[in-house]
């Protein structure tokens, strides 16, 4: 059959269209296929870095153009308390939530990686808060740690925890600690369900060969388990790091940066000066100035994991 | 199965398991009971006698019929469903090109532009979004679903061209071969013969994808400002706050409701969501 297609292919037909031998060159082809690619991602991620970056040695305003100031933007910014506090908090909520998150999930995982009744389940309900739109849910967190109506505060007093009110959302200290609560809350779930598939992919005869041995848990989880999964660990972590480095929701329903300023991180600051007062250039330069941090955390990672899948 | 004694599996397994359930699904029952209940009960403090905050003995519709009545929130619901809808399918298209290209296609540069596509799915929205609102501005898609629809596909395409790509080496080489020996052209071959055996792939990444634009907040709070454009998460956020006064029992109302569609997608299609979300994560 297929000799046959190829020789009546061969010696009956003419020459194919243009436009067929256009896609027949596998260059050409692959120019085509990458073309809306290309031109989405250049005209709205390439094209506004640059726009970014120009608009951020100028003094533009909303509706004003502005002129070349050179880096007056960002040596106010190095000048300005609100931006070192902003700095000082996004390493902070990045630092603590990753170790939680971490911790929690691989617990999770563990835990998940067992065979027991309603697992399907278990695992679908788990994930709900990884979905569900995190604006809609974090009003339920700020519901939950409203001042007067907290259901919190009803449980700590029941529990004879405490005689007067907390005022959760009111304090910087306690603010930042529900704001880190709630992202642990929502990342807890993907740190768990992509562990979850690294650990299915060990070979469960690898612990019992280690087991036969005579490890003990512990040291079979250390020298066995985690050494495999390190690989998906780091790609998780980098995925999540920058993820809440670069958070925005969370704080901006919960505290809106405050009280007092006390939680902005990169990107609620930049939106309060850049949207709410209008600054553009000095917000475009307070978000430009994630990008280094955020560029070096990709480099190391991906060298680091380019190193496991080498060896 | 668990073995050991029964107190180990109570310590180790079970009370554990209850505190995460109880810890990650706590919020939802939250929403439910806040979204039925009357106002009367929800504004008693937290400190009042007999005040029972888990459960409601005279469950109530108005919050919910207040929403969908007096408020904009059956429109939002509509823009949402339309621009996550669109930027899906754009992004599902330019991602099973671009995947297709970069995994079966011999060309200059590929290497280093399967790099540059990774590297944009590492770009967060919050890095670019006072240089892009102005850009939007520029070319007057302000305050359109457009301004969503076509800036979305910036962080679905790296996505779905990652996840596509896996799913392409994985398809034998042979079967291709053997339909271009049997006439077919390179554009038949990958039409007919290797996108339809990526079939589940491109669920998962469809899939990923809708949720993910579902839940897109910081463009669609700066580019969009008229009440009737805004999407869920922008609408209840700006909309159902009058002055400083939170109407919680609404705002509950709308969360769930604005949850569902992403729920529902959710609930039919987990196993293709998982392996979406760890395909994206193993690359």
Redesign the interface.
């Known amino acids: 059959?297929?000799a046959t297609?190829?020789t009546t292919?061969a010696l009956g037909d003419a020459p194919?269209p243009r436009r067929?031998r256009l896609?027949?060159d596998?260059?050409k082809?692959?120019?085509l296929?990458?073309l809306?690619?290309m031109l989405?991602?250049g005209?709205?991620?390439a094209?506004?870095?640059v726009?970014?970056i120009v608009?951020s040695v100028t003094d533009s305003r909303v509706g004003v153009p502005g002129d070349f100031v050179g880096l007056e933007n960002y040596r106010r910014l190095w000048s300005d308390s609100i931006f070192r506090q902003s700095v000082y908090n996004t390493f902070l909520y990045t630092g603590v939530t990753t170790v939680f998150k971490l911790g929690?999930g691989l617990?999770?995982a563990i835990?998940l990686n067992?065979?027991?009744r309603g697992k399907?389940f278990?695992?679908?309900?788990?994930?709900?808060?990884f979905?569900?739109?995190?604006?809609?849910?974090t009003?339920?967190?700020k519901?939950?740690f409203?001042p007067?109506?907290?259901?919190l505060?009803?449980l700590l007093?029941r529990l004879g925890a405490i005689t007067g009110?907390i005022n959760w959302l009111g304090d910087p200290d306690l603010a930042m600690i529900s704001i880190m609560v709630v992202n642990i809350?929502r990342g807890?779930?993907?740190f768990a369900?992509?562990l979850l598939?690294g650990l299915q992919t060990i070979s469960p005869e690898l612990s019992e060969a280690a087991a036969i041995d005579g490890a003990r848990p512990w040291k079979r989880f250390w020298y066995v388990t985690w050494p495999l999964l390190l690989p998906?660990t780091m790609?998780?972590v980098?995925?999540s790091v920058?993820?809440t480095?670069?958070?925005?929701?969370i704080v901006?329903?919960m505290t809106g940066g405050g009280p007092a300023n006390a939680t902005h991180l990169?990107?609620t600051y930049?939106?309060q000066i850049?949207?709410g007062t209008g600054l553009?250039s000095q917000?475009?330069a307070i978000?430009?100035a994630?990008?280094p941090i955020?560029f070096l955390i990709?480099v190391v990672q991906l060298l680091y994991i380019r190193r496991v899948e080498v060896r | 199965m668990i073995e050991g004694a029964r107190w180990k599996r109570w310590v180790f397994f079970y009370l554990p398991m209850a505190f995460f359930l109880l810890f990650l699904l706590f919020p939802f029952y939250w929403m439910v009971i806040t979204a039925i209940r009357p106002d009367g009960e929800l504004y008693r403090p937290w400190n009042s006698i007999n005040y029972n905050p888990f459960w409601t003995t005279q469950p109530t519709w108005d919050h919910v019929r207040g929403l969908l009545e007096e408020t904009l929130f059956a429109t939002w619901m509509w823009n949402t469903m339309f621009i996550a809808m669109a930027s899906t399918v754009i992004s599902l298209v330019c991602g099973v090109f671009a995947g297709y290209a970069l995994a079966r296609l011999n060309f200059p540069f590929a290497g280093g532009l399967g790099t540059g596509i990774f590297i944009t799915y590492l770009v967060p929205q919050t890095l670019l979004f006072i240089p892009l609102a102005e850009i939007i501005r520029n070319y007057s898609l302000g305050d359109t679903p457009w301004a969503l629809i076509l800036t979305y596909p910036t962080f679905l395409i790296p996505f779905c061209t990652w996840l596509m790509m896996g799913y392409f080496k994985a398809v034998p080489k042979e079967l291709e071969e053997c339909a271009r020996i049997d006439g077919a052209s390179r554009w038949q071959a990958m039409l007919y013969i290797i996108i339809p055996v990526a079939i589940p792939g491109i669920l998962s990444a469809g899939i990923f994808a809708f949720t993910l634009s579902w839940n897109e907040f910081i463009y669609a709070l700066v580019f969009l400002s008229s009440p009737d454009q805004k999407t869920v998460p922008v609408g209840v956020t700006s909309e159902l706050i009058r002055g400083d006064v939170f109407f919680w029992g609404q705002l509950m109302a709308g969360a769930l409701l604005g949850s569902i569609p992403v729920a529902i997608a959710y609930s039919f299609f987990v196993e293709h969501y998982v392996s979406g979300l760890t395909g994206s994560v193993k690359g």
Do not use: C, H, K
């Open positions: 059959m297929a297609a190829v292919a194919p067929q896609l027949e596998e260059r082809l692959a120019f296929l990458l809306p690619t989405l991602l005209l709205f991620i094209y506004p870095f726009r970014g608009l929690l617990w999770l835990l067992r065979s027991f399907a278990t695992r679908a309900f788990i994930l709900l808060p979905i569900i739109p995190t604006v809609l849910s009003f339920a967190w519901w939950m409203d007067t109506f907290s259901v505060n009803w007093y009110r809350w807890v779930p993907f369900i992509s598939a998906v790609v998780v980098l995925f920058i993820q480095f670069a958070d925005f929701q901006y329903v990169f990107a930049a939106y850049g949207v553009l917000g475009a978000s430009l994630m990008f955020l990709v």
